[in-house]
């Protein structure tokens, strides 16, 4: 069916997230007027509204949730909903989904060498052998699980670190990406020390892969192409300095892993004599351009030194928790100023990709911890997975305001769960209330890629059968396979 030019949603209940009108204006019987892949109005529904719409834009236009019925020959309906922007993810990986449930119950740095590592050398020894059973490489189908995973949470941009072996594949996660409709910002991985020896790089290999994957991706639709030096303690000062310049010559962000893990961090520490971030901030590698995810444990100096540097913090609430790694001190770090935002990490730590679980356990963490039931209401911590992150990220995204690139969703409020949902209390709900199973649209740059429901960009059951018998794959595999002692302070 051809995409027609306008598109129109029409909602109970319009979170539009414009800094213009109010981050916390809330419109009951609202809508949303889609220009090719922009907004081009939001605002309170009114008949006038609609017949003039319908009017200027004819057959062109097509109605969210109309089934099909031309506008003209039927009244706009308003779903039972309520629409916001699309979720913007900040810090995830998107290999990690077939390895869900795979070495629990264990710190990070075991965690990474007995799941993540096992699995990406698992898809890198039997490349061939997995493309002939699949019909495809094992990698597009893994990445191509992640992208489902995202719109079925709302997710419509999300930064990912491509590290391990992902970061030979990257032409799969770009076609993948590109399929999906979504944004994808790309962090490339790199490792020169402490990892797997397998994939350790030299500063040269690295910087030329930069150059190299810039040239052929950057100019894809939707995609953008970053340095993403895996951890701290994997990356050689040469590596990281390299890599931060070359971020900064070519104008982009830069995005690492720091201080994740309490027993890493110390050992790090009486390695190299110093915190990471002091590290980082030692080679010019901390600014207003730097992102970092996790940044769980801190000393008073690497606040300030955040602080002063204007460097970008990315809470990923669910990982850090199930791993052990304890939790950041949030509220410190926005009493001085450093930007945070709430993210989910990959599927194989957090488990699943529920932006509205992640809010939801950054605020009850600091709630109980602080013993304040003020601190990160629902109203900031939605905001820390939509406006906050797209504006880290620097993306047209995270509002519905005229101009902001069409990325919304409407979560569904016919759900026991989310009954009863008010204007007063709309928010409270999402974050409170809400599973993360209600996303009942999505709308990436305009294109409709969930339609109540029902995926229409991916094929969900052939995705989700292929994964199955990937990840029983693994098992077996993983029965087998030596155990992988390379990871930081664990190396052989």
């Known amino acids: 069916m051809k995409d ?29 007027l889609i220009e090719g892949s922009l907004v081009r109005e939001a605002g309170r529904y009114t008949d006038e509204i609609g017949k003039r719409i319908i009017r200027d834009c004819g057959s062109e236009l097509e109605v969210i949730g109309a089934s099909g019925v031309p506008a003209s020959e039927k009244e706009i309906p308003c779903l039972d909903g309520v629409v916001l922007p699309g979720f913007v993810k900040a810090h995830g990986h998107d290999h990690e989904s077939p390895i869900i449930g795979v070495a629990k119950d264990e710190p990070l740095t075991e965690w990474l060498d007995h799941a993540v590592n096992v699995f990406t050398g698992f898809l890198n020894e039997n490349r061939e052998d997995l493309e002939k059973r699949f019909g495809v490489s094992a990698n597009t189908l893994t990445y191509s699980k992640a992208k489902l995973d995202d719109i079925y949470y709302g997710i419509t941009t999300a930064l990912t670190h491509h590290c391990n072996f992902n970061k030979y594949h990257l032409a799969e996660l770009v076609e993948a990406n590109a399929r999906a409709g979504t944004k994808i910002i790309i962090a490339i991985g790199g490792q020169d020390r402490n990892y797997d020896p397998r994939i350790l790089d030299t500063v040269e290999a690295a910087v ?17 192409i970053i340095p993403g030096p895996d951890q701290v303690f994997s990356n050689s000062a040469q590596m990281i300095q390299a890599l931060k310049e070359w971020a900064d010559a070519n104008g982009t962000l830069f995005h690492m892993h720091s201080s994740e ?9 009486s390695e190299y004599l110093t915190s990471p971030v002091e590290y980082l901030h030692r080679v010019r590698a901390l600014d207003e351009n730097t992102i970092l995810a996790h940044q769980v444990n801190n000393t008073p100096v690497d606040l300030a030194v955040l602080q002063a540097t204007g460097t970008n913090i990315v809470h990923n609430p669910l990982a850090n928790t199930i791993l052990g790694s304890g939790m ?67 993306l047209n995204t995270g509002s519905l305001a005229p101009g902001r690139d069409a990325d919304l969703i409407l979560v569904d409020l016919a759900r026991p769960n989310l009954t009863p949902t008010r204007g007063d209390n709309v928010v409270e709900n999402l974050i409170w209330a809400s599973d993360g199973s209600e996303v009942r649209w999505v709308v990436g740059n305009g294109k409709v890629l969930k339609d109540d429901y029902r995926f229409l960009s991916l094929d969900e059951e052939k995705i989700k059968g292929d ?26």
């Open 4 to 32: 027609k030019k306008f598109k129109l949603i029409r909602s109970r209940l319009l979170l539009p997230l414009d800094e213009k009108i109010g981050l916390e204006t809330r419109i009951e019987d609202g809508y949303v």
């Open 467 to 492: 994964i199955q018998r990937l990840s029983e794959l693994l098992i077996e595999y993983r029965r087998t396979s030596k155990e992988i002692k390379a990871t930081g302070a664990r190396k052989e």
């Open 208 to 224: 030329k892969r930069m150059d190299d994957c810039a040239a052929e991706f950057s100019g894809r639709d939707r995609t953008w």
């Open 328 to 394: 950041p001190p949030v509220i410190e770090m926005l009493e001085k100023g450093i930007p945070v935002a709430v993210s989910t990490d990959g599927s194989g730590s957090a488990d699943s990709q529920n932006m509205l679980a992640a809010a939801r356990l950054a605020s009850q963490y600091q709630k109980a911890f602080h013993q304040n039931a003020r601190l990160l209401p629902a109203q900031q911590v939605l905001e820390m997975v939509t406006t906050v992150p797209a504006k880290m990220l620097r």
């Open 261 to 269: 893990e309490p027993n890493t961090t110390a050992w790090f520490y």
